[in-house]
């Protein structure tokens, strides 16, 4: 498969004929390529996306391979279904929340002391019960990127930002596929990740057990936002509204939608079909010599015509055959892991011209093949009346 790329970054098998993927795909390479911190982190190593066709399984997850460069895996419901930034949103998750500041020793020397210690959530503080903790958490690195005091919330918040700053200069100077609906949703979901991270500890699909909740801290995390957005920031115009429990609900009823319909891996490039040289597909010869290909029709267990029944076993041994000789052919000329007795009714034009007749009756064979394998049924001739 051919990958698409634009500098470092590439998709490696986005189907890339269809434009509605390909500009897509474009905007984002060249968002990540403009991003200063993620294009350093980079620097001259490939950052390959890979889309992939899932439905329970996390959206998105990273590896960080070093000098051989960054792998993201993603999802191809959410490359399809969501828009540019909700995917800029999910790629400065994946890239800066783990690989980017897991390499700095500082963070990880931080935050060994906050190794199972109880955190404040932002919103609940009132909430006596209610902290997130790196003990039972989905993922550690998670909590301490909802930790506000964190240096890896300071850096994750500061990609999203920067990011939304791209977007919403793009969107001003009229750049081609950049919308400012595009800022609001990037801010949306960055502050939905670290809000259900924050009140589930980790365990984010019960963020729509407590609606309410979720809510309190996203809009506590929105507050926090705007104290770190300098005053002139374009990205002010453009923050989504506080959300409420019926908005959260929302939310998560969309992601549900999106991953059980139309959830077909349709922007993946599917690879060429190659056909096999060595196994030749076997041609039907009618009464005047015109061959036709034998198509292939799905595997049966067993075959049922109006006038008698055959069924093999795992053998293939034929115990009788039904009399109903316009009813059958046998196909000699077929690869022997293909050989049948095929059950094609009512061809009688097509089973009088086949050569494996014998006037009347057919002797009694054992095949040893499973019956599992395709079975191949003849084209009627288009001579046949």
């Known amino acids: 498969m051919a990958p698409f790329k634009f500098g470092n970054?590439?998709?490696?098998?986005?189907?890339?004929?269809?434009?509605?993927?390909?500009?897509?795909?474009?905007?984002?390479?060249?968002?990540l390529d403009g991003h200063p911190a993620i294009k350093q982190f980079i620097g001259d190593r490939p950052c390959r996306t890979t889309l992939h066709l899932r439905t329970t399984e996390t959206p998105a997850d990273v590896r960080d391979l070093g000098k051989d460069g960054v792998e993201v895996n993603l999802a191809s419901y959410f490359f399809e279904k969501y828009?540019?930034?909700?995917?800029?949103?999910?790629?400065?998750?994946?890239?800066?929340?783990?690989?980017?500041?897991?390499?700095d020793p500082e963070i990880r020397h931080e935050e060994s002391f906050f190794q199972g210690v109880p955190l404040a959530i932002p919103g609940l503080e009132n909430k006596n019960s209610r902290t997130m903790n790196t003990e039972g958490a989905g993922d550690p690195e998670h909590i301490m990127a909802a930790f506000p005091s964190g240096t890896r919330h300071k850096l994750y918040r500061e990609t999203v930002l920067t990011a939304a700053d791209q977007l919403a200069r793009d969107a001003a100077l009229g750049v081609k596929g950049a919308k400012p609906a595009d800022v609001t949703s990037l801010i949306d979901a960055y502050l939905m990740d670290v809000a259900?991270?924050?009140?589930?500890?980790?365990?984010?699909?019960?963020?729509?057990?407590?609606?309410?909740?979720?809510?309190?801290?996203?809009?506590?995390?929105?507050e926090q936002l705007l104290e770190n957005m300098p005053a002139g920031s374009p990205v002010r115009a453009f923050l989504p509204p506080d959300k409420g429990a019926l908005g959260v609900l929302r939310d998560f009823a969309r992601f549900a939608v999106n991953i059980s319909t139309r959830n077909q891996g349709d922007s993946i490039q599917q690879p060429a079909r190659v056909a096999d040289p060595?196994?030749?597909?076997?041609?039907?010869?009618?009464?005047?010599?015109v061959e036709f290909p034998l198509e292939p029709a799905p595997p049966r267990h067993d075959v049922r015509l109006p006038s008698a029944t055959f069924a093999a076993s795992a053998a293939g041994s034929i115990s009788s055959t039904p009399r109903n000789l316009d009813a059958y052919q046998k196909i000699?000329?077929?690869?022997?892991?293909?050989?049948?007795?095929?059950?094609?009714?009512?061809?009688?034009?097509?089973?009088?011209a086949a050569s494996a007749w014998d006037s009347g009756h057919v002797k009694q064979e054992s095949y040893v093949q499973p019956v599992t394998h395709a079975i191949y049924a003849p084209p009627r001739s288009p001579r046949a009346r």
């Open 9 to 31: 970054f590439e998709f490696t098998n986005l189907k890339f004929a269809d434009e509605r993927y390909s500009d897509k795909a474009i905007r984002i390479m060249e968002l």
């Open 83 to 103: 828009d540019v930034g909700q995917i800029m949103g999910m790629l400065a998750h994946e890239i800066a929340l783990h690989p980017l500041a897991s390499r």
């Open 278 to 289: 060595e196994t030749p597909i076997p041609h039907f010869k009618d009464r005047n010599g």
């Open 196 to 222: 259900s991270i924050a009140v589930t500890n980790d365990n984010r699909i019960n963020a729509a057990r407590e609606p309410g909740n979720t809510a309190k801290a996203y809009n506590a995390y929105k």
């Open 332 to 352: 000699e000329d077929a690869p022997k892991r293909q050989r049948q007795i095929v059950a094609i009714p009512p061809l009688q034009q097509i089973a009088r």
